[in-house]
């Protein structure tokens, strides 16, 4: 049997996620398809069917896919995924948004977040924020699945030689339609890809005074993350959340600013290589987990760390 | 309009839970209990259409143990009016009854209760699973809203403004429909002591999972529950030169 994995897209580029999410379906064993659903993504379903390891590009390209609407995309999975032996999506807002509306159709059990595949039907995944790993086994027909894509390496995005099948898709949905949208723009890197991120929390104080977190970013090629508490007070947009109910990031180096380090933060980011956490109070739960801790005033470290490094 | 809105009874956020040493699960023994904080918003966000007119009617609904009765009080405490409880003995330490099993439950419910809209958690912080609002609007054929960080109710329709990896996303959606909370949606308010008094009084009704007909039996079988791998312990460095030079020179990621 194959395996379906949803790409993730904006009608334009393939994202990133995508490519560990192959990853994951590799180690599943078992032949790889991909579903590029969206309007004038042409291109998308070209570069999936470039990346090592997929068979097959499954392309629905129709203009009322292009926001990739639950209310579109799950029957549509529904539809192609019967004859699947496991479905998969990386969990992102889409992913997760997408999936489980798929998986009810399907009447399956969805096994959400999997870090790690012990056999085609047995999956470990973190519950209570990470605190706890639960291995899984399911006893579903069809396996659907969100990965998280920090836990599985990245297939190569050339090399492949997969077909591109054009399917028919249904009539547009009457129940939802999109009103629109407000993206953050940014020049940085995505902070679920960055090598580097750098994060800001309540004691960042203001959204004028996250000027000194971006300033240290962009001199290390860095993308910014925050706390909640720092997302609350409006200093940063939501998108960059990171933790439990965020982001989950793993870069190669974490950089914890004013975040105290309460496990809802920590879910998200702990499985960095390196965490440095700087914070006036000495005792805070932060330095539990880094690996170089600088006790003091962020506003005399940052500045100072920025000009010299 | 009446509102349907779905509370579990979970570990308090504050609790750092304890992997049982026999790895089949999670010790809940003495362990401070709440409302899952979404469902807490859900709740919210249900009593303030209420109380602007917007909404008639607030029925809580908790699928769980007998004491998840607490929940329900606590959330007719801010303001819904009746509760019911699907008491199940399902084991309550890895998330209770599976997603799917909870939305069909759900499905029946909203069959016989005949909300307009159903609001609830986005996820429940003990199996963190972020399926249920989902399944459920798949199952009743409805829209969904996930993530919401402002609801905006029309005649006949309704704008919800959602949190995505880009930035936010509204949407259009056609009534009935779900829609499940994200942490921006409101500030919960504390439930003053009068209120507290006054849902003791509210209608309470205990029903079993049979009478709606679902076969809630898992499909997930819990092989193992571990504890994370631990981060070994770091140092303290004295000055922002010591941090760069580690950073360089010993942990190399400069
Ligand atoms: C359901 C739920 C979900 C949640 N999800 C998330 C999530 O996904 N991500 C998340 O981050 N949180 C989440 N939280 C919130 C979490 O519990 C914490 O409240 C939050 O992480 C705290 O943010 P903080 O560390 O920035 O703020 P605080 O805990 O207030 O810490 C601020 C820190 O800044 C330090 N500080 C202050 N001034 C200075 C200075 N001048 N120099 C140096 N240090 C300074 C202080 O010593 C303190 O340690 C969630 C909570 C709930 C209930």
Redesign the interface.
Known sequence: MAILVLAEHDNKTLKPATLNVIGAAKKLGGEIHVLVAGAACGAVADAAAKCEGVAKVLKADNSPLEHQLAEDIAPLLHEQGKNYSHILAPATTHGKNVLPRAAALLDVQQISDVIAIHDAETFERPVYAGNAIATVKSSDKIKVMTVRPTNFDAVKNSGGSGVVNEINTATPNTLSSFAGQELSKSERPELTAAKIVISGGRGVGSKENFAIIEKLADKLGAAVGASRAAVDAGYVPNDYQVGQTGKIVAPDLYIAIGISGAIQHLAGMKDSKIIVAINKDGEAPIFGIADYGLVGDLFQIIPELESKI | MKILVPVKRV?D?NV??R?KSDGTG?DLANVKMSVNP?DEIAVEEAVRLKEGGKATEVVVVSIGPAKAEEQLRTAMAIGADRGILVKTDAPTD??GV????V?KMLKALVEKEKPDLVIMG??S???????????????L???????A?KLNIESGSL?VT?????????????TP?VITT???LNEPRYAKLPDIMKAKKKPMETIEPSALGVDIA???????????AK?K?????????E??D??KNE?K??
Request: aromatic residues 4%.
């Open positions: 570990i956020f750092k839970v992997v999670v979404f890895l998330g599976e997603p799917l099993a939305a986005k996820q912080i003990d199996d963190d699973s972020n399926q249920t609002g989902q399944m459920l609007a798949a199952l054929g409805w829209p969904q809203g996930t993530f960080s704008k959602r949190e995505i990896d880009g930035g936010l996303e509204t949407l259009s959606l056609k429909a994200d942490l921006r898992p499909r997930l079988k819990i092989v193992k529950v571990a504890e994370p981060r312990g770091g140092i303290k460095v004295k000055t922002v030169d941090l760069i580690k950073l942990a990621v400069l």
